[in-house]
């Protein structure tokens, strides 16, 4: 049998994501409100350490065993966050279903994150990035059913009245 293709592992992976994963935005609070940051996280937790395993060589990210339940299989978490996480999440963007709109919110909200070396970012990346949050628990919380396909591209707009 030969081996699956580039593209075959991505669907495979959407699949796991879209069934297994979480997609969200972690917040890192600091001082003052526009020291407040977010990190755009990618996790799947399961007790099939070798499908973690497989997403870690395809992607990068980490696991690690989650706390111990009494008379309970081993619990494992493989998580990817901020620059691997959107590399990532675009590359399966294609494949995703159940989950394709909280990728192209996380992918969204990369563009408003405070760079590497950055003090602050200003008040409008800062609202955005928490209207971007409030938008992806939103979407969680919405049956399937009732989610329509949202109309963003990843791409940062010109006017920040865009997004509001």
Known sequence: MDEPTEREWLAWAAGIIDGEGCISLRPQYGRHRRDHQFYLCVDVTNTDLRMLDHLKR????SIRRCKPIPNRRPIWQWSLSSAQAG???NNLLPFLVTKHNQAELGLLSRR???????????IDEANALEWLDRQLKTLKRAPSA??????????????????F
Not at 112 to 122: D, E, F, I, P, W
């Open 87 to 89: 590399e990532a999440l």
């Open 112 to 122: 408003y994150m405070r760079r590497k070396g950055a003090r602050r970012q200003s």
């Open 146 to 163: 009732d989610i329509p396909l949202l109309p963003i591209h990843p791409t940062k707009p010109e006017n920040q009245d865009d997004l």
């Open 58 to 61: 395809l992607f990068g990210g």
